[in-house]
C-alpha cells in the first residue's frame, strides 16, 4: 500500500501517453478517451493515498463543488460551442494551478521557497494566472459576451510587452533574494492583467487556435507545478498537455495558412466585417432536391464534404441516411475531411463519428483531393472557406495559400447552404459562379432529408 501511489502514478503516465497515440486516428479514438479516463482515475487514487493528504473531507467537497460545476456545463454547451467549453475547462484548471502555486509560497512565511522550487513557483504562477485570465477572456469572446472584434490601439504590443518584462523582473526577484511583501501579490496581479492584454487585439474567429496555444501554456504551468510538488505525474501530464496543445496550435495555424504571429497580432477577425457586405450579385444555377436526388442516384462516385454548416444544422444523421441509401444503390461514397473544417479541430470526425459512418469512409485532406477529378458529383455540406478557389488562385484574398479541398475539379458540384452569406473569412466563393456548380438553398438537415425521401422513389441508375 506505500508505493501504491507510485504504481497509479506510473500507470497513469502510461495510459496518458498511450490514450495521446489513440485519439491521434477515429478508428481508436474512443479507446483513446476511456484510457485517458482510466488514467486520471489512477492520478487522482494516488494522489489521495499520498502521504501528504492528511483529511481528505476538504477534496470532497471541492470535488462535489467541481462535479456541480462541470456535469451541468458539459450537458447544457452543443457541440458547436465546444471551444468556449474548452477555454472555460483551461481557466478552472490554470486558476487551481495558480492557486496550489501561491499556496506554496505562503504556506510558511518565515521560510519561503528558494533556488529551483522558487524558479518553478514562480514559472507556474505566472503562466497559471496569466492562463486564467486569458481564457476566461477567450470564453467571453467566443460567447460573444465581450466584443469579438480586435481591440487595437497605438503602442499595444509595446505595452504588453512592458507588462510582460515587469511581471518576469518580479519573478526573477521573487527568485534570487528574499523579496518585499508587495512584490507576490503584484506579480499575480501583472500576470492576471497581461492575461487580458494578451486576448484583446486578437479577433474572436481566432480563439480556437489562440485556446490551442493556451492548453499549451496550461500544460507548461501545470509541469511547473510538478516540478515546484516534487509531483512527477503532474510533470508528465503537464509537458504531454504542452506539447499536444502547442503542436494543435501549429497544425490549425498551417492549416490555414497563418503564422503564430499573424494570429496573435493579426486582427484577422476584422476582415469579416468589411467584406461580408461584398456578396455578390451574380447569377448562379440553383436546383432542387429532386434534381439532386437524380444526380445523385446516377452518379457512380460522390465525395460528400462537410463543413461548420453541417455541425449548426445537426445534419449528421440525414447525412449518414443519404450515404446508406447511395451506398445501397452501387454508388461509391466517401467524405473529405479538412483539417480546419467547422470550428474546432476533429470536428467534422467527431459529428460524423456519432452518426456511425465508418472510419473508412473518413478522408483527410492530403489523401482524398487528387480523387476530386474522378468524382461524378462533389457534395459540399454547410461548408464554404474550406472549398474555396480562391486560396489557390487569387493572391489578394485573405485566405490565399491555405490548403482547401479540390471541389472544383469533380464533374458536378452540389453545395447545400441557405443563402449566398460567407462562411468564417467573410468572403465570397467563386465556386459558386462556376459552370458545373448547382446550388441547392436551405437548411442542410432539412435540405438532405429532403433528397433522401426523393431517393426510394427513383428507378435504380
Ligand atoms: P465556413 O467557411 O464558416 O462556412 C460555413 C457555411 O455554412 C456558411 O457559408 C453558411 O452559409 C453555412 N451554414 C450555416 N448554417 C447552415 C445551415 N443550418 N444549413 C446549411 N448551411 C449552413 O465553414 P467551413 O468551410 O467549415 O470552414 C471553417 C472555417 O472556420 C475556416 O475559415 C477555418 O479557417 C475557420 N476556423 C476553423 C477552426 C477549426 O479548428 N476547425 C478554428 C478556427 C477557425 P449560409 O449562412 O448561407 O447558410
Given at each position: 500500500m506505500e508505493n501504491f501511489w507510485q504504481y497509479s502514478y506510473l500507470f497513469a503516465a502510461v495510459t496518458i501517453i498511450l490514450s495521446i497515440k489513440w485519439l491521434n486516428s477515429p478508428a481508436t479514438a474512443r479507446r483513446g478517451v476511456l484510457a485517458g479516463e482510466i488514467g486520471m482515475l489512477f492520478a487522482v487514487?494516488?494522489?489521495?493515498?499520498?502521504?501528504?493528504?492528511?483529511?481528505?473531507?476538504?477534496?470532497?467537497?471541492?470535488f462535489l463543488i467541481g462535479t456541480a460545476i462541470g456535469v451541468p456545463l458539459a450537458y447544457l454547451m452543443p457541440?458547436?460551442?465546444?471551444?468556449?467549453?474548452?477555454?472555460?475547462?483551461?481557466?478552472?484548471?490554470?486558476?487551481?494551478a495558480g492557486l496550489v502555486g501561491a499556496a506554496e509560497y505562503y504556506k510558511d512565511l518565515n521560510n519561503?521557497?528558494?533556488?529551483?522550487?522558487?524558479?518553478?513557483?514562480?514559472?507556474?504562477?505566472?503562466?497559471?494566472?496569466?492562463?486564467?485570465?486569458?481564457?476566461?477572456?477567450a470564453f467571453g469572446k467566443l460567447q460573444e459576451l465581450v466584443p469579438t472584434r480586435p481591440v487595437t490601439y497605438k503602442g499595444q504590443n509595446f505595452?504588453?510587452?512592458s507588462l510582460l518584462v515587469f511581471a518576469i523582473v518580479l519573478g526573477v526577484w521573487l527568485c534570487v533574494a528574499p523579496a518585499p511583501f508587495w512584490v507576490f501579490p503584484t506579480f499575480?496581479?501583472?500576470?492576471?492583467?497581461?492575461?487580458?492584454?494578451?486576448?484583446?487585439?486578437?479577433?474572436?474567429?481566432?480563439?480556437?487556435?489562440?485556446?490551442?496555444?493556451?492548453?499549451s501554456y496550461a500544460g507548461m504551468s501545470a509541469a511547473a507545478m510538478g516540478f515546484a510538488l516534487d509531483n512527477k505525474m503532474l510533470?508528465?501530464?503537464?509537458?504531454?498537455?504542452?506539447?499536444?496543445?502547442?503542436?494543435?496550435?501549429?497544425?490549425?495555424?498551417?492549416a490555414m495558412n497563418r503564422s503564430f504571429?499573424?494570429?496573435?497580432?493579426?486582427?484577422?477577425?476584422?476582415?469579416?466585417?468589411?467584406?461580408?457586405?461584398?456578396?455578390?450579385?451574380?447569377?448562379v444555377h440553383?436546383?432542387?432536391?429532386?434534381?439532386?436526388?437524380?444526380?445523385?442516384?446516377?452518379?457512380r462516385k460522390v465525395i460528400i464534404v462537410p463543413g461548420y454548416g453541417m455541425a449548426v444544422a445537426q445534419a449528421q444523421h440525414k447525412v449518414r441516411e443519404l450515404s446508406d441509401q447511395l451506398t445501397k444503390r452501387g454508388v461509391d461514397v466517401q467524405f473529405a475531411i479538412h483539417p480546419v473544417a467547422g470550428r474546432m479541430p476533429g470536428h467534422m470526425n467527431v459529428l460524423l463519428a456519432e452518426a456511425d459512418i465508418p472510419y473508412d469512409r473518413l478522408h483527410e485532406m492530403e489523401e482524398i483531393n487528387g480523387e476530386f477529378s474522378e468524382a461524378d458529383v462533389a457534395l459540399v455540406i454547410g461548408a464554404n472557406d474550406v472549398v474555396n478557389p480562391a486560396a489557390r488562385t487569387d493572391t489578394n484574398s485573405p485566405i490565399y495559400g491555405m490548403p482547401i479541398l479540390d471541389v472544383d475539379k469533380a464533374h458536378t458540384v452540389m453545395v447545400i447552404k441557405r443563402s449566398m452569406n460567407p462562411g468564417f473569412a467573410g468572403i465570397d466563393n467563386e465556386l459558386y459562379y462556376m459552370d458545373h456548380t448547382l446550388m441547392l438553398f436551405g437548411d442542410a438537415k432539412s435540405f438532405v432529408g429532403e433528397i433522401v425521401k426523393e431517393l426510394p422513389a427513383l428507378v435504380h441508375a
Open positions: 487514487a494516488g494522489t489521495l493515498v499520498h502521504f501528504d493528504v492528511l483529511t481528505v473531507w476538504q477534496i470532497w467537497v471541492a457541440m458547436t460551442a465546444v471551444p468556449q467549453l474548452t477555454a472555460l475547462s483551461h481557466a478552472f484548471g490554470t486558476f487551481a519561503p521557497p528558494t533556488g529551483f522550487t522558487m524558479v518553478a513557483l514562480a514559472v507556474e504562477v505566472l503562466l497559471g494566472f496569466l492562463t486564467f485570465t486569458a481564457s476566461i477572456m505595452v504588453n510587452l499575480i496581479g501583472m500576470a492576471l492583467i497581461f492575461g487580458v492584454l494578451l486576448i484583446i487585439p486578437i479577433g474572436g474567429g481566432d480563439m480556437p487556435t489562440v485556446i490551442a496555444l493556451l492548453n510533470i508528465i501530464a503537464g509537458a504531454l498537455n504542452a506539447a499536444s496543445g502547442f503542436i494543435l496550435s501549429v497544425i490549425m495555424c498551417k504571429t499573424n494570429v496573435l497580432f493579426g486582427a484577422f477577425g476584422q476582415v469579416q466585417a468589411s467584406t461580408a457586405a461584398q456578396a455578390q450579385h451574380r447569377p440553383s436546383a432542387t432536391a429532386e434534381d439532386a436526388a437524380e444526380i445523385l442516384a446516377s452518379a
